[in-house]
C-alpha cells in the first residue's frame, strides 16, 4: 500500500502542476469526474463483485460504515454545542469529520494496493453506508447548521437518484451473476472493464491535483488541524474499535479500518457551499486529509497487520 500511497500522491502533485502550467484548468475536474462516475467506477465494480468470493460477512461492511459514522457524529455535535461555535462553522467541522471520501479515493486505493485487501468489501462500505450517509445525515446536518435558514431536512430524492447511479448498477449487476455462478466474461468483454477499472485511481488523483488549493490556510489552520486529526486519527481508532466487535475476516478488517480513515469527503464541500456551512475550512480539510492520509494510510497499515 506504501507504493501505491506515495505513488497516488505523485499523480495529485502532477496534476496540480498541470493546472499550474495551463496545461489543465480547474474547470476541467468535471469532465473527469464525470468519467470517473459514469464510466471507470462501474467497471471497476463490477470485475469486483463479479469475481468476489461472496461470504456472509461482507454484508457487515456497510453496517461497519454506519457505526462508524454515528459514532463520530454524536460526539461531534455535543462539541460543537459545548465550545458554542456558530453553526456554519460547527456545521463544517462537523461534516467534514463525520464522512469520509470512500467512493472516489478509497475503492481505488484498496483495489490498486493488491493482495490484503477485499475489495468487494470496500464496494458494499461505500454503496450501502457513505453513500446514503451523504444524502441524509450530511444534508440533515448542513440544511440545519448552514446559512441558507433550510432548516434539517434529508433530500430523500437524492438519495434515490444516488442509489441509481452507474456504480450501483454495476454492483447489482456484478452480484447477479456472481450469485447465478458466473464469475468471468469472454476476454473480449472482461478485458475492457479491467482496462477502465485501472484508470479510476489516476483519474482521481489529477482531478485532486487540479482542486488541490492550499491558499487561505492560515486563516483556519486549527478548524481544519482538528478536522485532521478527528478524521484520520479518530476515524481510524473508531475503525478498529467497530471492526474487533465483529466477526470479519483479516482482509475485510483491513478493509473496514482503512475505509474508517479515508479523507474528508469531496461532496462534504459541495453540499456545505449549497447551504453556506464555511466553504474555506471545507476545501482545507479536503486538500489537506488528501494529501496527508498518503502517509497516515500506510501507518495504518502497518499497525494493524
Not at 455535543?78 to 456554519?88: M, Y
Not at 473480449?188 to 482531478?207: C, K, N, Q, S, T
Not at 482482509?251 to 449549497?274: H, K, N, R, Y
Amino acid at each position: 500500500m506504501t507504493a501505491t500511497a506515495v505513488g497516488a500522491l505523485l499523480i495529485m502533485l502532477a496534476g496540480a502542476g498541470l493546472r499550474r502550467l495551463g496545461v489543465l484548468r480547474r474547470e476541467d475536474g468535471t469532465l473527469l469526474v464525470r468519467v470517473v462516475l459514469h464510466i471507470t467506477l462501474p467497471a471497476l465494480v463490477f470485475t469486483v463483485l463479479l469475481r468476489a468470493d461472496l461470504e456472509a460477512s461482507l454484508a457487515l461492511a456497510p453496517v461497519a460504515g454506519w457505526v462508524v459514522h454515528l459514532a463520530m457524529l454524536g460526539p461531534l455535535l455535543v462539541a460543537v454545542r459545548v465550545l458554542r461555535l456558530d453553526p456554519p462553522r460547527g456545521g463544517a467541522i462537523v461534516t467534514a469529520t463525520a464522512v469520509g471520501n470512500t467512493g472516489f479515493f478509497g475503492i481505488p486505493l484498496i483495489a490498486a494496493s493488491g493482495e490484503g485487501f477485499s475489495v468487494a468489501a470496500a464496494v458494499m462500505y461505500d454503496a450501502l453506508s457513505t453513500g446514503i450517509i451523504t444524502w441524509t445525515s450530511t444534508v440533515a446536518v448542513s440544511s440545519a447548521m448552514g446559512g441558507s435558514g433550510a432548516g434539517p431536512r434529508v433530500e430523500w430524492a437524492r438519495v434515490g437518484r444516488a442509489l441509481l447511479l452507474p456504480p450501483m448498477w454495476a454492483m447489482l449487476a456484478g452480484l447477479a451473476l456472481n450469485l447465478s455462478g458466473v464469475r468471468s466474461l469472454p476476454d473480449v468483454v472482461e478485458r475492457p472493464f479491467d482496462i477502465l477499472g485501472v484508470a479510476v485511481l489516476p483519474l482521481v488523483m489529477i482531478y485532486a491535483g487540479l482542486m488541490l488549493d492550499l491558499r487561505g490556510l492560515r486563516a483556519v489552520w486549527r478548524d481544519v488541524g482538528a478536522i485532521t486529526l478527528g478524521r484520520l486519527v479518530a476515524g481510524a481508532a473508531i475503525g478498529v474499535a467497530v471492526a474487533s466487535l465483529l466477526p470479519l475476516d483479516d482482509e475485510i478488517f483491513d478493509t473496514v479500518v482503512l475505509m474508517a480513515a479515508m479523507p474528508t469527503a469531496m461532496m462534504s464541500l459541495v453540499i456545505g457551499g449549497q447551504f453556506r456551512l464555511r466553504t474555506d475550512i471545507l476545501a482545507g480539510a479536503v486538500a489537506v486529509t488528501t494529501l496527508l492520509c498518503t502517509a497516515t494510510l500506510p501507518a495504518l497499515r502497518a499497525i494493524v497487520t
